[in-house]
């Protein structure tokens, strides 16, 4: 419900609009929102448009509208995944860069923006994709989570530094606890 979106927008210091306009995370929908998945990406916009008016609290906000996130495939902002002025660039926005340049195919730009972004050496971002991979599974995303995986593999097999490929096979280390 885009009640309880305002509330989250707010409780992170954001404009409830925010997290449209300036994260790209969530579309707009009147009424009834169609099942995740069940939509083409196109239809988003003309939803948006709809959607986005009655986000502003008209009279329709009240009566059902609903906010829904949106699907890696959706995110296209030229910024995703990376920095902007006084906002580094969260993790999931740099996964889902990481999904669109793999799913284009150019390896090198991979690697570059792996290299740039310091994700070779990133201890949460194995665990993050891994995590995507079993939410992936669990929604049904065959092509999501066969994209995701492609990518673990190229990470763990094309690591510039051997040191890191541990991070990729559940060989974490902690520091030892205190009295042990």
Request: proline share 6%; charged share 35%; with cysteine.
């Amino acid at each position: 419900p885009a009640g309880a979106c305002i509330l989250y927008a707010q409780s992170c210091d954001l404009r409830d609009r925010d997290l449209a306009d300036r994260y790209d995370l969530v579309t707009f929908v009147s009424g009834k929102s169609p099942a995740f998945g069940d939509e083409d990406d196109d239809e988003d916009e003309d939803e948006l448009e709809e959607g986005y008016e009655d986000w502003e609290g008209t009279a329709d906000a009240k009566s059902g509208s609903k906010v829904r996130l949106k699907q890696w495939t959706q995110r296209r902002a030229k910024t995703l995944g990376f920095d902007v002025p006084g906002r580094p660039a969260p993790l999931i926005d740099q996964v889902h860069r990481l999904m669109h340049l793999w799913r284009e195919g150019d390896v090198r730009r991979v690697d570059a923006y792996l290299e740039e972004r310091g994700l070779w050496s990133n201890q949460v971002f194995p665990r993050l994709l891994q995590a995507l991979v079993e939410l992936a599974r669990r929604d049904g995303q065959a092509d999501e989570c066969a994209l995701l995986e492609s990518i673990m593999n190229h990470i763990r097999t094309a690591s510039p530094r051997p040191a890191r490929q541990g991070l990729y096979q559940g060989e974490f280390s902690f520091p030892p606890r205190e009295g042990a």
